[in-house]
């Protein structure tokens, strides 16, 4: 039984291991791939929100399936949870401002106003709405929080698990245009916040949750204000 156990454990942890390599993969080697660049810019951006989109279902299916889903899995509403959320949402907004009134406007935030504004119709609705508002938050999510805090809740009482998961975020944000130390402090702030959100609540759903509210809130706010 306890071998089972262990057995299973060394399962979560290799699959932990390769669904980071997998992010990766995506966003750092593919993108460079001959057939890649030949796509037009709409079939690029999209190819690559599939590619997440595969992935992020994986690994859905995947922790569904673990046997950390009976404790990560579950939705419990509780008011001091709900305080929680609005409290880290206000923290995301100042850190937001804070970062962008202090550093340069980061890489990804860039590619992100590029995208927005060459993009129409069907690639536009998906790479920048539904990819922004769900996919994005999903797939982070249950890769960077389920998995990965997960794996590491042997060394959660030294925040390691917390520290460690909101460094790969940050990274997972900045490897793909090169590293810029600003733009990892920005999203490693982002990440400890998402991170502690898991932690507190023990629920996937509500890191989702949170994650999906910052973004579709920027979402709103650029489309409203600067029109994409």
Known sequence: MKKMKE????????????LILTYYLIFNVTSGLDFMVALSDNMYYVFQVLLVLILG?????AFVKSEHWKECGR????WSYLGVFLLSFFLLFVWA??????????QNGSVVVEVATSLTGTSYFVTRILYTSIIAPVSEE???RGFLMTSLSKVKRYY???LVSAAIFGAMHVLQYGWITTDFIKYFGMGLIFCMMFRYTRSIYWAIAL???????????TLLVFGY
């Open 211 to 221: 994650h999906a509210s910052w973004n579709s809130f920027l979402l709103i706010v």
């Open 57 to 61: 279902t994986i690994a859905t299916i």
């Open 7 to 18: 057995m299973k454990e060394m399962k979560f942890h290799l699959a932990t291991g390769l």
């Open 75 to 78: 939705f419990q509403f509780r």
């Open 142 to 144: 249950v890769v960077c």
């Open 97 to 106: 401002n804070l970062t962008t009134y202090i550093f340069p406007r980061t």
């Open 160 to 162: 390691l698990d917390v």
